[in-house]
């Protein structure tokens, strides 16, 4: 061996700094980088503590923005400002020992050749971070092209709770394959009304009893909620369009029903397959686009391809990793798959279209619009009366708007917008 030991929890905040670059630099997702191997080469415990690290500044990262603007004369290049976040974060919020995230944010700044003349501030910076006044600041605020969107929706107030319930983070939900009060008692876990199971702790999540014998598999409370209202008659024929990874395809089946499962990308499908192994459920696969699928059936599940920007609580790089460029394209296919399930469905028949989008334009517009094109469509409003789903979340045009401020259990959930169309000819 050569060189001077590595000093302890430098190599995972140099990878979370190289992740946090990823994102707001090159518009990548976390996910996106780490699949493309960015931890790889770090033992499983670093590998961990970089991803919390870059997850826990990116939750905070205009918090810390603003915090540490009195400190700054005048805007420092971007490498600089994330070892800066990176480092308040992780003294503020994680409460990490000052000294020791100092030390390993000067050294990290030492090391590139661009960020070794800001050591100095990086030192006198982070040396004033003050874990109290951190405290009594609010919660960090989403990017403009994302905030004026959802402030023209909800209101000012409405977005400031979103923006409390995406710092606070996301509990762990289940669904179980069987009986969620077993379950729940079996994992020192929460019924909800919903019927989910919640896990405020949980560590590991493959290591949890039941996980390898296919018990249950992980799925936001809201996301659970689209096939619990397509509620399919044991043998009945079921399409889910977008079917992948098949957390959906995964309930349909366990509860019976005869499932057909599309989805175009076959890497996802492969997840798929393997959920299914695990749960010893089974689904017909069919690997193509949504909009060449001829077969018909009296219930399909459309939960289409969107923004994902009802999932930010778990996934906080989103709204850096993206600008809302590609989300016109998206509101569009939208519409030509809710077009073409319509021309599947059995007389009668239903279809349950979702999106995990807070925007309106994929969820309240979306079906206004289709009902409009679609004169034989209506809204079932009776299919969204479940337990733990309050009458004032069903919108105008009788669909169900989930926030992650708005649910009566403790912690929250995804935002997500569901409607129950059925064929009236
Ligand atoms: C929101 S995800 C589906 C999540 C899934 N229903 C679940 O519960 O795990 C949307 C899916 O739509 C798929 N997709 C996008 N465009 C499609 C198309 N034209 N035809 C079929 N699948 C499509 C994507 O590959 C992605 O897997």
Not at 100 to 106: E, K, L, M, Q
Not at 203 to 212: D, E, H, I, K, N
Not at 238 to 260: E, H, M, S, W, Y
Not at 411 to 416: E, H, N, P, R, V
Request: glycine letters at 8%; aromatic letters at 4%; one cysteine or more.
């Amino acid at each position: 061996m050569t060189g001077k030991p590595q000093k302890p929890g430098l190599a995972a905040r140099s990878a979370a700094m190289r992740l946090l670059n990823g994102v707001t630099a090159d518009g990548r997702l976390l996910s996106e980088l780490i699949g493309a191997g960015a931890l790889a080469a770090l033992p499983p415990e670093d590998r961990a503590r970089a991803q919390r690290l870059a997850t826990a500044t990116l939750r905070h990262l205009e918090k810390a923005d603003r915090a540490l603007k009195p400190f700054l004369r005048k805007a420092p290049p971007p490498e600089i400002r994330n070892i800066l976040r990176l480092g308040l974060v992780e003294i503020c919020e994680e409460g990490a020992a000052s000294h020791a995230v100092v030390d390993a944010c000067v050294e990290i700044a030492n090391r590139g050749r661009r960020t070794r003349p800001a050591k100095g501030l990086v030192n006198a910076v982070l040396r004033k971070a003050d874990p109290e006044a951190w405290r009594t600041r609010p919660p960090a605020r989403l990017p403009r092209w994302l905030r004026d969107p959802l402030v023209a929706a909800y209101g000012k107030r409405g977005v400031a709770a979103m923006e409390a319930a995406h710092a606070a983070g996301a509990p762990l939900d289940l669904t179980a394959k069987g009986d969620p009060a077993l379950l729940a008692q079996k994992l020192g876990g929460t019924l909800l009304p919903t019927g989910s199971v919640r896990l405020t702790d949980p560590g590991q999540v493959s290591t949890l009893p039941g996980f390898v014998e296919g018990e249950w598999w992980v799925q936001d409370a809201a996301a659970a909620l689209p096939a619990r209202i397509l509620a399919p008659a044991t043998g009945e024929k079921v399409i889910d369009l977008c079917a992948a990874p098949g957390g959906k395809t995964l309930q349909l089946a366990a509860a019976g029903a005869d499932v057909l499962a599309v989805d175009k990308s076959a890497d996802r499908l492969t997840r798929l397959t393997e959920n299914l192994a695990r749960t010893g459920l089974s689904a017909r696969i069919l690997t193509a686009d949504a909009l060449e699928v001829t077969e018909t059936a009296p219930a399909i599940l459309l939960d289409a391809p969107c923004s994902a920007t009802g999932t930010i609580r778990r996934h906080p790089d989103l709204p850096y990793a993206k600008d809302g460029s590609d989300f016109a394209g998206l509101i569009a296919l939208q519409a030509q798959l809710i077009d073409h399930a319509v021309t599947l469905l059995d007389p009668g028949g239903r279809l349950v279209f979702c999106t995990c989008s807070l925007l309106p334009d994929e969820g309240e517009v979306q079906i206004e619009e289709a009902l409009a094109r679609h004169p034989a469509l209506r809204a079932d409003r009776d299919a969204l009366t479940l337990p733990g789903i309050y009458p004032n979340w069903i919108t105008e045009e009788g669909g169900l708007r989930l926030r992650p401020d708005r649910a009566p259990m403790e912690g929250g959930w995804d935002g997500f917008y569901i409607a129950c169309l059925r064929r009236t000819d």
